[in-house]
């Protein structure tokens, strides 16, 4: 990185630091970090859209549709949420893998699951075997949005679920009262009023979201866990310029302080958030200002 | 093979009794019920205790925090922070890769294995969460109880012990209980995070995962771990339930807190 960086043995501290701090494999730790907060970007509206679905299927009249929302919620939370997380990447996976294997080659007639291996015509793999490298890693990245989403979206539905129960009552008659359809009272009235309530539970969410994003390293995708776990082993003079012993406890110590003033971060425009939405509403919260 | 065989030969594999070798081929559903029932000795074991030693050191936490001296509440607070304020995931590696250095250097050595290490990242984690709580829930106790307690004399720890800390506990229950459904969700994660698993004696999670690595269909190992989880869960909302019953018994009935779980915080 910098001019000085050409002979590392002959540096002092600072500088031997300098140049440590931006090797190659320090600037893939940096991205890494990059892909975490994407994950969480792309994540957070995903779960947001899973959740809301499943409480409007929860609260839904038609009986197998409200069973399907309310047993989404349930299993979700009642399982471990790793478990999920590790069961949803190969069933995700397999699952459309075989949808593409029964549109792409209708005539094929072996079994796809042959003892331990599950195989599908190579039209249908996916991502396809002769795909670039980039292909199979944003592959493997959707999978864990998808499943983040999936997963999450079960206690977003949660608390919307709650939030939406949570709108006075009398709101919803005087809409009834204007002559409103169910959908519009829906949608004009109950919606815009239930993220008020919402608020705290999704807060919540956000901060479990973020706590959550190191078990990507679990899902294969080359996240801050696997760098900090890669560069922190010892290196070896024959293999680096810059050797040194097991580190790993100071990387973790740094993914650990980066967590906290993470989350920290969070909880302060949260609560700003929090106090701005609650201005001007009849509320305790509301009512001091 | 008959399934009491299986039974015999797998119940306690994962704390070293019985057959050696895992299966390799022809898994049956007999086997994946009793190894993956057989890890759950590991998720109770870590839960019971870290739930159970957590809860006193919950308890001092929330006194600290809502002590006069400085120091103490400070000390409460940062505690509280750290450990709800990171990830878990993380707090495992670093304990492990911390213990592994206390090792190197001739401390402690017992710590780097996942029966001591992760346990006490478990107590540690836990008393922070429930510490929240109970602080929560102390700040709550009315204060006509506290001035009662005043007139009769009571100070010091007697008013504590009879009179605020179960008052405490009983308005924290309902919220401490899903903590409670969270910490036994939160073992799974003990084997994934470098505490390594000594001659493949893991919890549930790592023989479903075993399964699931060896036949490559999760929809089997899976859905039994998940059901399996569903009976821990339920068991424990039992428990606590009788435990809430015990601690409101004083009230009439329609002033008691019906415990309703709201299972919407975990770490």
């Not at chain 1, 009552?169 to 919402?198: K, N, S």
């Not at chain 2, 004696?201 to 569903?230: C, E, H, M, R, W």
């Given at each position: 990185m910098f001019s000085f960086c050409s002979d590392p043995e002959t540096l002092g501290t600072v500088r031997w630091f300098a140049c440590y701090l931006t090797t190659g494999k320090h600037m893939s730790l940096y991205w890494s970090v990059l892909t975490v907060l994407s994950l969480l970007a792309i994540t957070a509206p995903a779960a947001l859209a899973f959740g809301f679905f499943g409480a409007m299927s929860a609260r839904s009249h038609v009986l197998p549709l409200r069973w399907l929302?309310?047993?989404?919620?349930?299993?979700?939370?009642?399982?471990?949420?790793?478990?999920?997380?590790?069961?949803?990447?190969?069933?995700?996976?397999?699952?459309?893998?075989?949808?593409?294997?029964?549109?792409?080659?209708?005539?094929?007639?072996?079994?796809?699951?042959?003892?331990?291996?599950?195989?599908?015509?190579?039209?249908?793999?996916?991502?396809?075997?002769?795909a670039a490298q980039w292909v199979h890693e944003v592959y493997g990245f959707f999978l864990a949005v998808l499943t983040f989403a999936i997963v999450f979206g079960a206690f977003a539905a949660n608390v919307l679920f709650g939030a939406m129960r949570a709108v006075p009552r009398g709101q919803l008659e005087t809409a009834e009262a204007y002559g409103m359809t169910r959908r519009q009272?829906?949608?004009?009235?109950?919606?815009?009023?239930?993220?008020?309530?919402?608020?705290?539970?999704?807060?919540?969410?956000?901060?479990?979201?973020?706590?959550?994003?190191?078990?990507?390293?679990?899902?294969?995708?080359?996240?801050i866990v696997y760098w900090a776990r890669e560069m922190g082993a010892s290196a070896n003079r024959r293999f680096t310029d810059y050797p040194h012993g097991d580190w790993r406890i100071w990387y973790f110590l740094a993914l650990l302080v980066f967590y906290l003033s993470f989350t920290r971060v969070s909880e302060i425009v949260l609560e700003r958030i929090n106090r701005r939405l609650l201005h001007g509403q009849a509320t305790v919260g509301g009512g001091s200002r | 093979m008959s399934c009491w065989q299986t039974v015999q030969d797998y119940g306690l594999r994962s704390i070293g009794i019985g057959e050696r070798l895992l299966p390799k081929t022809d898994f049956t559903l007999c086997q994946h019920f009793t190894l993956i029932g057989s890890g759950l000795i590991w998720n109770i074991y870590f839960g019971v205790l870290a739930l159970i030693i957590g809860?006193?050191?919950?308890?001092?936490?929330?006194?600290?925090?809502?002590?006069q001296n400085r120091?103490?509440?400070?000390?409460?607070?940062?505690?509280?922070?750290?450990?709800?304020?990171?990830?878990?995931?993380?707090?495992?590696?670093?304990?492990?890769?911390?213990?592994?250095?206390?090792?190197?250097?001739?401390?402690?050595?017992?710590?780097?294995?996942?029966?001591?290490?992760?346990?006490?990242?478990?107590?540690?984690?836990?008393?922070?969460?429930?510490?929240?709580?109970?602080?929560?829930?102390?700040?709550?106790?009315?204060?006509?109880?506290?001035?009662?307690?005043?007139?009769?004399?009571?100070?010091?720890w007697p008013r504590f012990r009879r009179i605020m800390w179960p008052t405490m506990l009983r308005l924290g229950w309902p919220a401490y209980t899903n903590e409670a459904i969270f910490l036994f969700h939160a073992t799974t994660l003990v084997f994934f995070s470098g505490f390594p698993t000594w001659k493949q004696q893991g919890d549930a999670l790592y023989y479903a995962s075993y399964f699931a690595d060896k036949t490559f269909n999760p929809f089997v190992p899976y859905p039994i771990l998940a059901f399996y989880f569903i009976i821990l869960t339920l068991t424990i909302v039992w428990i606590f339930g009788r435990i809430n019953k015990r601690l409101n018994r004083h009230l009439p009935e329609e002033r008691r807190k019906k415990l309703r779980i709201r299972p919407n915080l975990i770490r």
């Amino acid at each position: 990185m910098f001019s000085f960086c050409s002979d590392p043995e002959t540096l002092g501290t600072v500088r031997w630091f300098a140049c440590y701090l931006t090797t190659g494999k320090h600037m893939s730790l940096y991205w890494s970090v990059l892909t975490v907060l994407s994950l969480l970007a792309i994540t957070a509206p995903a779960a947001l859209a899973f959740g809301f679905f499943g409480a409007m299927s929860a609260r839904s009249h038609v009986l197998p549709l409200r069973w399907l929302g309310k047993a989404y919620i349930a299993v979700v939370r009642g399982v471990p949420d790793i478990a999920f997380f590790l069961f949803f990447v190969i069933a995700l996976d397999q699952a459309f893998e075989w949808t593409r294997h029964q549109i792409l080659c209708p005539d094929w007639t072996d079994p796809i699951r042959q003892g331990n291996d599950f195989i599908v015509c190579d039209a249908a793999k996916l991502p396809l075997s002769s795909a670039a490298q980039w292909v199979h890693e944003v592959y493997g990245f959707f999978l864990a949005v998808l499943t983040f989403a999936i997963v999450f979206g079960a206690f977003a539905a949660n608390v919307l679920f709650g939030a939406m129960r949570a709108v006075p009552r009398g709101q919803l008659e005087t809409a009834e009262a204007y002559g409103m359809t169910r959908r519009q009272t829906f949608w004009r009235v109950l919606v815009p009023q239930m993220w008020l309530y919402a608020l705290p539970g999704l807060s919540n969410l956000w901060m479990i979201l973020i706590k959550a994003t190191p078990l990507l390293f679990l899902l294969g995708v080359e996240d801050i866990v696997y760098w900090a776990r890669e560069m922190g082993a010892s290196a070896n003079r024959r293999f680096t310029d810059y050797p040194h012993g097991d580190w790993r406890i100071w990387y973790f110590l740094a993914l650990l302080v980066f967590y906290l003033s993470f989350t920290r971060v969070s909880e302060i425009v949260l609560e700003r958030i929090n106090r701005r939405l609650l201005h001007g509403q009849a509320t305790v919260g509301g009512g001091s200002r | 093979m008959s399934c009491w065989q299986t039974v015999q030969d797998y119940g306690l594999r994962s704390i070293g009794i019985g057959e050696r070798l895992l299966p390799k081929t022809d898994f049956t559903l007999c086997q994946h019920f009793t190894l993956i029932g057989s890890g759950l000795i590991w998720n109770i074991y870590f839960g019971v205790l870290a739930l159970i030693i957590g809860f006193f050191i919950a308890s001092a936490v929330a006194v600290g925090k809502n002590a006069q001296n400085r120091a103490i509440r400070k000390a409460s607070e940062w505690f509280i922070f750290v450990f709800r304020g990171s990830p878990l995931f993380i707090q495992f590696f670093f304990a492990y890769f911390l213990f592994l250095k206390l090792k190197q250097l001739g401390y402690a050595t017992f710590l780097t294995s996942a029966q001591a290490g992760a346990l006490i990242v478990l107590i540690l984690n836990t008393a922070a969460y429930s510490g929240e709580i109970f602080y929560g829930a102390l700040r709550a106790v009315p204060r006509g109880d506290v001035e009662a307690a005043d007139a009769y004399g009571f100070s010091g720890w007697p008013r504590f012990r009879r009179i605020m800390w179960p008052t405490m506990l009983r308005l924290g229950w309902p919220a401490y209980t899903n903590e409670a459904i969270f910490l036994f969700h939160a073992t799974t994660l003990v084997f994934f995070s470098g505490f390594p698993t000594w001659k493949q004696q893991g919890d549930a999670l790592y023989y479903a995962s075993y399964f699931a690595d060896k036949t490559f269909n999760p929809f089997v190992p899976y859905p039994i771990l998940a059901f399996y989880f569903i009976i821990l869960t339920l068991t424990i909302v039992w428990i606590f339930g009788r435990i809430n019953k015990r601690l409101n018994r004083h009230l009439p009935e329609e002033r008691r807190k019906k415990l309703r779980i709201r299972p919407n915080l975990i770490r």
